[in-house]
């Protein structure tokens, strides 16, 4: 691609052989100037945008009216009230510190509850061992049978067994005759 240089008086200089010749993409650069010749195109003297860079540059007309022209605007300046801004941060980090205080005080409470529930429970456990341990001393056989003594219950002979599908009786059935024993409760009639 050929580019037209600038001499010292600021004018564009002619253009060499082949600068209308197709650039890549297709197009081709027509360099504008006026009849006079010192007018040209802001953009680098050629016409790049649009059906006007395929276009020859004959019929072309020099001046471009000044509304016409594409400028890049600057941004619009967002203006954000920074006030609420930082209120907001601010309310989310108090509201975050009063969370994570909240949190901690409720596992805090919820800890010594657990503590205190142990606590009570190894008491019934140890309250359990003691029970079950006077009842395998009430179940024991000597003293059962000092209970049954108690009670004025005498030992019997020998059983006698009924054998359920016929009715018949297998052994003696007896009487106990042994005598109740001095310290139970009908020994004294």
Do not use: W
């Not at 600021?10 to 010192?38: E, F, H, L, N, Y």
């Not at 018949?168 to 024993?181: F, H, N, S, Y």
Request: glycine residues 12%; hydrophobic residues 40%.
């Amino acid at each position: 691609m050929n580019v037209a240089k600038r001499g010292r008086s600021g004018q564009i200089g002619q253009r060499s052989a082949g600068a209308g010749a197709p650039r890549s993409g297709g197009r081709t650069a027509a360099r504008r100037t006026s009849p006079v010749g010192d007018r040209v195109d802001p953009v680098g003297g050629y016409m790049t945008q649009g059906s006007a860079a395929l276009q020859d540059p004959i019929g072309i007309p020099d001046e471009v009216p000044r509304s016409a022209r594409l400028r890049v605007a600057p941004p619009v300046p967002v203006a954000v009230p920074r006030a609420p801004f930082i209120a907001m941060i601010l309310v989310v980090v108090v509201g975050g510190v009063l969370g994570v205080l909240l949190v901690n005080t409720k596992i805090n409470e919820n800890a010594i509850r657990i503590g205190n529930l142990e606590q009570q429970q190894s008491n019934l456990d140890i309250q359990e061992q003691q029970l079950e341990k006077e009842i395998a001393q009430h179940e024991s056989p000597g003293n059962l049978a000092a209970q049954a003594r108690k009670l004025g219950l005498v030992e019997s002979g020998p059983p006698a067994f009924i054998r359920l599908p016929d009715g018949r009786v297998i052994g003696v059935p007896q009487p106990a005759t042994g005598e109740p024993a001095i310290t139970s409760q009908g020994a004294g009639e």
